[in-house]
Every structure is written in C-alpha cells, then in structure tokens.
C-alpha cells in the first residue's frame, strides 16, 4: 500500500480536488490507536514539470540539502533556491520555499551568511 495525494484520489473519483479537501476538512476517524483527523491519511504532493506528483517530503529533502551544499560564504536567496528546485523540474514558487525553509528552521540567507 502506498499513500495517496487528494489529487490522486479526485482523479479516481472523478471530481476536483478541492471537493476531496472539503470533504474530509474537519473530519475524524477512530481508530484502535485514537482518533486521527482524516487529512493526516493522506500525503501533501508537489507537481514536476513533467505533472508527475513527487510528496512533499521529498521537496523539504531536496531543499535542505541545497541549502546544505550552498557556498556559506554566499548563501543561496529563496528565489535562487527556487530557481534550482525548478531546473530539477519542481514547480515551486519563492514564497513556498520561503514557508518550507521556516519550516526546517533553516534561517533566511542574511542569517546563514558565514564570514571566513
């Protein structure tokens, strides 16, 4: 069994996509290891370019480690890390990279800044 994106499932359902959210917004499912909300079953995918759907995760990796082969004497800004991300075929604006960054608790490019 593999995860499935809330695209992936309004493709088989043949509906949109934010039909699959809106259902599943705000709604639980008890389980023998508690009560999970029913957007935690599913996994948060990014398109390529190509329109294959890559998860989330896999993005955040990526990101990470650009930022952690970067010059540190001059760090890569979030458009330049976009920039990267999208020659690898991830079509992934600034300011989503900006948020993932926040998220990894790697800070801007000013901060990362290392003088010799």
């Given at each position: 069994?593999?995860?499935?994106?809330?695209?992936?499932?309004?493709?088989?359902?043949?509906?949109?996509?934010?039909?699959?959210?809106?259902?599943?917004?705000?709604?639980?499912?008890?389980?023998?290891?508690?009560?999970?909300?029913?957007?935690?079953?599913?996994i948060a995918g990014i398109a390529k370019a190509d329109g294959?759907?890559?998860?989330?995760?896999?993005?955040?990796?990526?990101?990470?480690?650009?930022?952690?082969?970067?010059?540190?004497?001059?760090?890569?800004?979030?458009?330049?890390?976009?920039?990267?991300?999208?020659?690898?075929?991830?079509?992934?604006?600034?300011?989503?990279?900006?948020?993932?960054?926040?998220?990894?608790?790697?800070?801007g490019a000013a901060d990362r800044l290392k003088t010799s």
């Amino acid at each position: 069994m593999k995860p499935l994106t809330m695209n992936e499932i309004a493709m088989k359902a043949d509906v949109h996509h934010t039909t699959v959210s809106r259902t599943v917004n705000g709604k639980y499912a008890k389980t023998p290891f508690g009560t999970v909300e029913l957007r935690s079953f599913f996994i948060a995918g990014i398109a390529k370019a190509d329109g294959e759907e890559v998860r989330k995760d896999k993005v955040l990796e990526r990101l990470s480690s650009i930022v952690e082969e970067e010059d540190k004497t001059a760090p890569l800004s979030d458009e330049a890390i976009s920039a990267q991300l999208r020659e690898e075929g991830f079509v992934i604006a600034r300011r989503t990279v900006a948020k993932y960054r926040s998220m990894l608790s790697i800070p801007g490019a000013a901060d990362r800044l290392k003088t010799s």
